[in-house]
């Protein structure tokens, strides 16, 4: 039974454009690779001592230890630095070490920077509030104030504001926190740390040191300098006692465990998170949680700090991460660790309130009767140029009494204006200045013809209230409010009251929050959300929670509160959300089961293209199931036994799937399954250079798959029946299962070689008013047929143009210190690599020339190209499709110092895909030859 083309009329047309994606300071984390440390993963019941003697003996390798990742039932192992290579290079070290019966796998250590998100920078100074000073006293945590209702936008916008009201806070359960820190001294962070306390443990991986000190790890995870930690905490537990705003956590009632694994300056490595991970896990964490990931090595499952996340969730234990900041670099984009195999990888949602920071002023009104003033009254405002260095305290005047007004003050005044020079000039800001050629300067110049000097502009739209600039002679002040203090004022005005307004001097600023309604972009995907899926097609991410404009706690000596913007702010969420569920629901917490549940019931997104909302669903490679919604999953009856389909891509394509709808309910329901489309997207756009991966907004695709369902009987009492040709129909008893077999012919007529990748969702809705989704993803065409790197895309390069070949280099002598700086890419022979795909594996490789260099060509690029060995730094592994530069210094990998003479340099890269020992799925190019000679006229040669 076919079911597609009854619900396409829906979506008739969705050709999208939008506007220019996410800002690059929203993009992921970044990382470098630690010269000569290695992490490494032995088998079961190998020790470490006995692996350290090995290679030393054997092979004369001699080691020291940078830090032990302990002896799990899911990791034994640790990280080391290599102290002597005994002439092996980075490479040749790696793959013998990785062929001892001991070893299981081994890694390169590699420095991380928090990927931090934007931080909605309060634009007036920070003056600590009242209830904001450091608490030194100690008490237990709070955990049980359900008094007031939750109505803390994002809590509304996931349903935990219905699980609050039952008095379901997350007890019982402790999340572990990957991250800066906590400032646990906060008073809505419990005030304390350690047992009894909200914060009840952790580590410090980093420890308190100045920049660029190696850690110095100990007991105590505070964090005072950065922020980011204290911030996510507050997203989980925050509790309401203590807190001015009066929000909480996703789940006050939880305990929260602190590894603190970066520095002041948000620097850490991947083995600090391993190990903070497997830490974690060995002392017993519920959940765990990590608001960060390595944009770098985005979309593998198989990088080390992925795999160790991945392990943990395949034990059961919930780990939950966020999907990463890079929206604006288009799909298979998820960071690492967020990429790993049964990781919760959580988008980011537009928060449907706006709450802001701004600078806090009063008002008082007199209505004429009694002469009855009112006392003050708050009001939020942005300070703009000019602002006055002195307070001021003014009588407001409206330039009209229109709210819907695009026109105030774009003419001159009329004559019957009075003397303006003592009043507050209200006036509406405009919304299109270009339409209606109208622009602060002119409306400052008609407000200053009589005579005025005082100018407080309210916003035409609650996302388009910001700073004002009126550069006009005279002058003298400019704020703005928001619009419904402007309308406020409107109406008292128009009632005869009297409006006297202060405005606070520059340097005695409180701030205020002010929050708005957002109908525009609230609710729907933020943009710098990062896209999936893995490069192998596994679906990412799997769930979306509100994250950009999300108001949290922040260290007391930076403010105490703070709004934030990034999937870091909507991953907390999602973990106290599984806390939620494990207290609900009683019992164990089951990764699978949870994943599985938070998925289906979760709601899909309108596709929001950064303009309009579309009749379609945004992808789940954007979105994964959609919103989290918390009630929902406690009280799900209805099951699903996967989490969704993977389609794979056409060299892999998996068109039969069947799932089990399991009614665990005691009463007989009825479902009935349909199909809820998503825009099928071109991975990939046609440049001048060839196909490259497109960023953010994707080119679509009016082509979709088609779903055709067939319940299935399965047990005996069970019946299940189709009804209608417009959908399928099953009704399981209470108690029972029932089997639905999903055939999937992929969109038709689109290009292959582009890589559309399509998604959307089975929808499964009951006769109890469950809306039940379960998500698809696939790709049309072979991923592993698109090119790594193509001949226009590897060059040897003169910054970004090709460089003759032949050309001579004089170069510093070499020395493996030396690390390129900016214009070395003109100065130094470099290659340019430009990846249209992801790699698992990308060399360089050098080439001598000449009849007697060539002699020396005695090692093998992967391919069988005769050559001298890797280029020092190199290979790479795991990479997202980013430009790399490999630079030639005189210098091996293994530290050999080359002479001078003539070279070319060979990359070769892995397929998606591909088998390293197939030499057809390496992608090879070589740069033309160049010569080069050191600046000291000689270079030793071994
Ligand atoms: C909420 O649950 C806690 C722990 O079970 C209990 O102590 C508290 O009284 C409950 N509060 C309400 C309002 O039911
Ligand atoms: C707005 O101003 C106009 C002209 O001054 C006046 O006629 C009208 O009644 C006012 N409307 C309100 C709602 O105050
Ligand atoms: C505000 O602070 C600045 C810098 O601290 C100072 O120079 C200035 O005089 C202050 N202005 C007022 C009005 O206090
Ligand atoms: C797609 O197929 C390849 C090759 O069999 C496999 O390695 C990969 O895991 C598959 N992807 C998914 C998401 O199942
Ligand atoms: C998929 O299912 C359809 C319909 O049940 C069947 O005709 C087809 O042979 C199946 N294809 C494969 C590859 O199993």
Redesign the pocket.
């Known amino acids: 039974m076919r079911i597609s083309g009854v619900f396409c009329a829906l979506f008739a047309v969705a050709r999208v454009t939008a506007k220019a994606a996410a800002d690059a300071s929203a993009s992921g984390g970044s990382a470098a690779w630690v010269h000569g440390s290695y992490i490494v993963e032995l088998e079961a019941n190998e020790s470490l001592a006995d692996f350290y003697n090995a290679i030393s003996s054997e092979h004369g390798i001699k080691t020291e230890e940078r830090m032990s990742m302990g002896s799990s039932k899911i990791f034994n192992g640790a990280s080391f630095k290599v102290l002597d290579s005994a002439g092996h290079d980075a490479p040749k070290l790696m793959d013998l070490i990785a062929t001892k019966p001991a070893v299981k796998a081994i890694w390169p250590v590699r420095t991380v920077t928090l990927d931090v998100g934007k931080t909605e920078e309060p634009k007036t100074p920070t003056a600590p509030s009242p209830s904001a000073q450091k608490r030194q006293d100690s008490h237990a945590t709070d955990d049980d104030d359900s008094s007031s209702p939750d109505t803390f936008m994002p809590h509304l916008m996931t349903q935990i504001d219905r699980l609050h009201a039952l008095n379901i806070t997350g007890k019982g359960f402790s999340i572990a926190m990957m991250d800066s820190g906590v400032d646990y001294t906060h008073p809505a962070l419990g005030g304390c740390f350690g047992p009894g306390c909200l914060v009840e443990g952790g580590w410090d991986f980093v420890g308190d040191v100045p920049k660029g000190s190696e850690p110095a790890p100990d007991a105590d995870p505070y964090d005072g300098c950065f922020g980011h930690g204290t911030h996510v905490a507050g997203t989980i537990a925050a509790q309401a006692a203590g807190n001015q705003y009066g929000f909480t956590g996703a789940a006050p009632g939880a305990k929260l465990r602190s590894y603190r694994c970066w520095n002041c300056d948000g620097v850490g490595s991947n083995e600090i998170l391993v190990a903070s991970f497997l830490r974690a896990f060995e002392e017993g964490a519920d959940i765990i949680q990590c608001s960060n990931g390595i944009y770098e090595e985005a979309g593998w499952a198989d990088e080390p700090w992925a795999l160790v996340a991945g392990r943990i969730a395949q034990t059961g234990v919930p780990v939950i991460v966020s999907g990463g900041n890079s929206g604006g670099r288009g799909m298979f984009s998820p960071s690492t660790p967020a990429s790993g195999l049964g990781v919760e990888s959580v988008a980011a949602v537009q928060n449907q309130n706006d709450p802001i920071f701004v600078s806090s002023g009063s008002y008082t009104t007199d209505d004429g009767q009694d002469n009855n003033k009112s006392a003050d009254n708050v009001y939020g405002f942005f300070a703009g140029t000019p602002y006055p260095a002195k307070a001021l305290s003014l009588q407001l005047w409206a330039v009209g009494n229109d709210t819907e007004s695009v026109t105030d003050a774009c003419s001159p005044l009329p004559d019957d204006t009075p003397d303006l020079s003592d009043k507050l000039v209200l006036l509406r800001s405009v919304p299109d200045a270009r339409a209606s050629n109208c622009y602060p300067p002119d409306q400052g110049q008609n407000i200053r013809a009589k005579g005025g000097k005082y100018m407080a502009y309210y916003a035409y739209s609650n996302t388009s209230w910001d700073e004002e600039f009126v550069y006009v002679d005279g002058i003298e002040s400019v704020i703005s409010v928001a619009p419904h203090q402007g309308a406020a004022w409107i109406e008292m005005l128009g009632r005869g009251v009297q409006v006297n307004v202060s405005i606070p001097d520059k340097n005695s600023t409180k701030q205020v929050l002010v929050e708005l309604e957002d109908h525009e972009t609230g609710g729907l995907a933020a943009d710098f959300t990062s896209w999936g899926p893995?490069w192998?097609?596994?679906?990412k991410p799997q769930i979306a929670s509100p994250g950009a404009r999300i108001l949290s706690t922040y260290p007391v000596a930076m403010g105490s509160y703070r709004v934030m913007s990034g999937t870091s702010m909507a991953s907390p969420l999602v973990a106290g959300v599984i806390a939620l569920m494990g207290e609900a629901r009683g019992g164990k917490l089951d990764s699978e089961l949870f994943g599985r549940i938070l998925s289906a019931t979760s709601k899909p997104l309108p596709w929001f293209d950064g303009k309009t909302k579309a009749d379609i669903l945004a992808p789940v490679q954007q979105v994964g199931s959609g919103l989290v919604q918390a009630y929902d999953a406690v009280f799900a009856k209805t099951l699903f036994d996967v989490q969704s389909l993977?389609l794979?891509?056409t060299d892999?394509f998996v068109a039969n799937h069947t799932f089990t709808i399991q009614n665990t309910g005691s009463d007989e329901a009825t479902y009935e399954i349909g199909h809820m489309k998503a825009p099928t997207m071109y991975a990939k756009i046609s440049t001048l250079r060839g196909d490259m991966l497109a960023g953010y907004p994707n080119p679509t695709v009016d082509s979709w798959a088609e779903l055709s369902f067939s319940p299935d009987v399965f047990a005996e009492n069970q019946r299940a029946n189709v009804c209608t040709a417009l959908y399928s129909v099953i009704t399981v008893p209470g108690g029972g299962s029932a089997q639905v077999a999903v055939t999937i012919v992929p969109p038709q007529g689109v290009n292959a070689t582009r890589l559309p990748v399509y998604s959307g969702y089975v929808s499964v809705n009951s006769t109890r008013a469950e809306h039940l989704v379960l998500p698809y993803l696939g790709v049309v065409g072979s991923m592993h047929s698109a090119p790594v790197l193509t001949s226009t895309g590897v060059f040897l390069a003169n910054y970004g143009s090709p460089a003759d070949a032949n050309a001579s280099y004089t170069l510093p002598t070499p020395d493996p210190a030396y690390e390129p700086v900016p214009g070395d890419e003109g100065r130094l022979p470099n290659m340019l690599l430009d990846l249209v795909m992801g790699t698992r594996q990308l060399h360089v490789h050098v080439v001598a020339l000449g009849e007697e260099g060539a002699t020396n060509n005695t090692m093998k690029t992967p391919t069988g190209i005769p050559c001298l060995g890797p280029l020092a730094g190199w290979p790479m592994r795991y990479l997202a499709a980013l430009s790399q530069r490999a630079y030639f210094l005189g210098l091996l990998a293994d530290g050999t110092v080359l002479p001078q003479g003539s070279y070319k340099m060979v990359a070769s890269a892995l397929r998606i895909?591909g088998d390293e020992t197939v030499a057809e799925d390496w992608d090879v190019f070589e740069t033309v030859p160049f010569s080069v000679q050191y600046s000291n006229g000689t270079a030793p040669s071994r």
């Open positions: 893995n192998d097609l596994e679906p993977r794979n891509d892999h895909f």
